[in-house]
């Protein structure tokens, strides 16, 4: 069975911004214009497609990723012979910050994405940080300047909060023709052309000539854009400097590797809305995304020798595939969302799993349109689809071909920062309850659970108060589990600001066999600045908050006893010495030890080693972290006062504050999380119901000692 369309004709890439700026509103638009919809849904009424949880249609926002695979054909004609059109593969992200790890894993699978701005706002918090996770992966964009219908929206404002925040390589590929309530349309600067969208749902795209009052403006932006083009190779640069014209298509050919490869975020323009320059954007991403063939091989390691081996994206090479993301459906149980990199796959089959390193049934092949399913037999490189069937799968693991295996990188996730306490209602609820919990940390890996083992009770951890509040909520209508939950709690967590050493033995003699363990370690600070892609020793083992190196000469502790020695320090490490939170951030070394011919065991060093890092912790000045967040108040003039100092009471840092409009102050600041739990509630009664707070994880910070002493004293 052969592929129904070339490689080269497909783009796989997301839609992202910040919350409320209209990505559903654009997705919609997408599904619409491309065929796979016939009605517009819209998310103030509740009828969106991308958009099809309870939660998400009840909320206005978007919870989960959602995926849609569909048509397009630039001429804007509808055409049925598939060889004319191109393939997407679009995904459809979240723009809250409590649902981060959806774009974050997202972007791993991507090639390309359109980042919506809002015209009013421009850049917002969650724009910068999901610019960041695209920077990370070296994603493609095109920029979309949405909404510029609204009162207040302008182009240029939010083009230079763009250049200011995010990239000075963005530049204008089009800009309006009006603002507001005099947003008519868009102006191409490349073919200098006006673009208008006529019909019910401007599902007709008129081109014409450009207004007069405009044309001086399109002239002078549209040099910019051909310098900013021309400057990305020797021959246009030569020909503009000699004020040569310059063909459309030399243009579009060095624009598009220059957006391949992340030298140029090319801006566009319009309303998805009121169906103003969607059709548009849909020709920028056949024009200037990657194809699936224009991105560098996917890298992995082979399992058995550690080597770094290359899958190019060709159904010639051995089958690889990495899964994202996993999806409960009520009708075909567990989805497996996975991305072709290299080869085909076919239903019925097995299929390897390097990271667990066993086999499984791929017994069914989805493509995904949002809720709705398309079943296929064979998958290919490239493409995007979820398996039915592999129930020991989980996000980051890698499929293969078991005679070819691969291991590809994994996807990182931040840790949760807050946490509650649930308990099931009944014991009906508490048997299902377990289960429940498991299945929704399976899909969200920032979605943590654990045990209290000295109260018995179950903590649920997340990104934030409404990524608990949906999995609760999820609980009881996906699961029907019914649970009480407590007040949020902090994560915190401990590390230690200077070096230490200790020594410890763990003896113990009961008749017959006894124990010994023996070691000596030296804890310091973590060094954040380790080049991530040095290699490592096999002496040195690194993780996530956590280093160890074995440094002890002569085998005086027998190699096969290392390994719980380090299993040992990572359990001390989870029970800290200044108030019982996780310790982090910490480099321990390994220096001397003994051990006894018959006596010594793993166990035995495992405990020695426990011990002995607890007991260097004590003296190695331990401090308490907490979650600093990066919090954004919109807030009229006449409030900034209190609202400044209100944020300062909270222990808040203000960075800086900015205009927004004729009367809004946008304000910067760095707040400790612990100080924010019911500050929306309260900023709305401080302002009259009138501004607004946009707030994500910045990082981990010291505790101040006398804070630190109270949350120790409230833990004992």
């Not at 005679?403 to 931040?414: A, D, P, Q, R």
């Not at 600041?669 to 994500?696: D, H, I, K, Q």
Request: hydrophobic fraction near 35%; proline fraction near 4%; aromatic fraction near 8%.
């Amino acid at each position: 069975m052969n592929r129904d369309y070339p490689l080269e004709k497909v783009r796989n890439f997301g839609i992202i911004a910040h919350i409320d700026a209209g990505k559903t509103t654009t997705s919609e638009r997408v599904l619409f214009y491309t065929g796979m919809s016939h009605k517009i849904g819209e998310v103030h009424e509740g009828d969106t497609i991308t958009d099809w949880m309870e939660q998400e249609r009840e909320r206005g926002i978007t919870i989960t990723a959602a995926t849609i695979t569909c048509f397009w054909n630039p001429t804007y004609m509808p055409i049925e012979d598939i060889s004319k059109k191109c393939r997407f593969n679009v995904i459809d992200t979240p723009g809250h910050i409590d649902f981060t790890a959806e774009v974050k894993r997202s972007l791993r699978v991507l090639d390309g994405a359109v980042v919506v701005f809002d015209g009013v706002a421009g850049v917002e918090p969650q724009s910068e940080t999901n610019w960041r996770y695209a920077d990370e992966g070296n994603v493609p964009r095109i920029c979309f300047i949405n909404k510029m219908d609204r009162m207040g929206a302008s182009f240029e404002k939010s083009y230079k909060s763009i250049l200011d925040r995010l990239s000075k390589n963005a530049v204008r590929l089009q800009i309006p023709i009006g603002e507001a309530e005099n947003h008519k349309g868009v102006i191409d600067l490349l073919r200098m052309k006006a673009y208008y969208f006529e019909g019910k749902m401007g599902e007709q795209v008129k081109e014409e000539e450009i207004p007069a009052e405009l044309l001086e403006d399109a002239k002078k932006y549209r040099a910019e854009l051909i310098e900013k083009i021309a400057g990305q190779d020797d021959e246009l640069t030569h020909a503009f400097l000699e004020g040569k014209d310059i063909s459309l298509e030399d243009l579009k050919r060095v624009l598009r590797k220059a957006v391949v490869g992340n030298k140029i975020f090319p801006v566009m323009t319009g309303s998805a809305l009121k169906n103003k320059g969607v059709q548009l954007i849909l020709n920028a991403v056949i024009d200037y995304l990657p194809s699936p063939l224009d991105v560098p091989p996917v890298k992995g390691i082979d399992p058995k020798t550690g080597e770094e081996i290359l899958r190019h994206a060709t159904d010639d090479e051995p089958f690889s595939a990495l899964a994202f993301k996993l999806q409960s459906d009520p009708f075909v149980g567990q989805l497996t969302f996975f991305r072709v990199y290299s080869g085909s796959i076919d239903a019925g089959t097995y299929v390897y799993n390097s990271t667990t390193e066993k086999k499984e049934r791929l017994s069914r092949i989805v493509r995904l349109q949002a809720d709705k399913r398309e079943e296929v037999q064979r998958v290919y490189a490239g493409e995007i689809a979820a398996a039915v069937g592999l129930k020991d799968t989980k996000t980051s693991h890698t499929l293969c071909d078991e005679n070819n295996s691969i291991l590809l990188e994994e996807i990182k996730f931040v840790d949760p920062v807050i946490s509650l306490r649930i308990e099931p209602k009944t014991k009906a609820d508490q048997e299902k309850m377990g289960l429940a919990l498991k299945r929704l940390s399976d899909e969200d890996p920032t979605f943590k659970i654990s045990s209290n083992s000295d109260t018995g009770e179950t903590l649920i951890s997340g990104m934030g108060e409404l990524h608990l509040e949906i999995m609760v909520d999820r609980l009881k209508r996906e699961f029907t589990v019914e649970a009480n939950v407590g007040k949020p709690q902090v994560a915190y967590r401990e590390t230690v600001m200077m070096e230490a050493e200790a020594e410890n033995k763990y003896i113990k003699q009961s008749g017959g066999k006894g124990q010994y363990g023996h070691v000596k370690i030296t804890i310091r600070p973590l060094d954040k600045n380790i080049d991530k892609e040095a290699k490592v020793s096999k002496n040195v083992t690194r993780e996530v908050g956590f280093e160890f190196i074995d440094s002890i000469k002569g085998g005086v502790i027998p190699a096969e006893f290392i390994p719980a020695v380090r299993e040992g320090i990572k359990e001390g490490m989870g029970r800290g010495v200044v108030a019982g939170y996780p310790m982090v951030d910490i480099s321990c070394e390994l220096t001397f030890g003994s051990h006894h011919d018959v006596d010594s065991s793993e166990i035995a060093y495992k405990i020695a080693a426990s011990q002995a890092f607890q007991d260097a912790a004590k003296r190695a000045k331990p401090v308490l972290l907490e979650p600093i967040m990066k919090i954004e108040v919109v807030t009229p003039e006449k409030f900034m006062g209190d609202v400044t100092g209100n944020l300062s009471s909270k222990r808040g840092q203000i960075e800086g504050m900015d205009e927004r409009g004729e009367d809004l102050k946008v304000i910067r600041a760095y707040v400790p999380l612990s100080e924010l739990f019911g500050y929306v509630t309260a900023l709305r009664s401080m302002t009259e119901g009138r501004a607004s707070a946009n707030m994500e994880f910045e990082k981990y910070d010291v505790v101040p000692q006398n804070v630190a002493q109270t949350i120790a004293e409230t833990r004992k």
